[in-house]
């Protein structure tokens, strides 16, 4: 059976995407979806859900026992006091 033109519309009508609802944390003030925790400070309705440091700190060790058993060496990350020259810019 054929289906009119306004009566397909009518269907699509339904099918636009939808944005997120984004909140943001009363206690990081980080935008964050509604219903579930804060992914920046690991709080859901003003108590703390999961440590976020834990988490964090476990997924370095992590990431270090992997590259030593890997044999790459640890590279050093660059601290924001030291300063770049144009000389040594240029031989990275």
Do not use: F, I, W
């Not at 054929?2 to 980080?30: D, I, M, W």
């Not at 976020?52 to 790459?72: D, F, Y």
Request: hydrophobic fraction near 25%; charged fraction near 35%.
């Amino acid at each position: 059976m054929r289906h009119t033109r306004s009566h397909t519309r009518n269907r699509r009508s339904h099918h636009a995407l939808e944005l997120p609802r984004v909140s943001v944390c009363p206690k990081c003030q980080a935008p964050h979806v509604r219903h579930q925790m804060c992914t920046q400070c690991g709080t859901y309705r003003g108590r703390e859900v999961v440590d976020v440091m834990k988490e964090v700190t476990r997924q370095t060790e992590r990431k270090k026992r992997k590259a030593r058993a890997s044999g790459v060496e640890e590279k050093k990350e660059e601290t924001a006091s030291e300063k770049l020259d144009a000389t040594a810019l240029s031989n990275k």
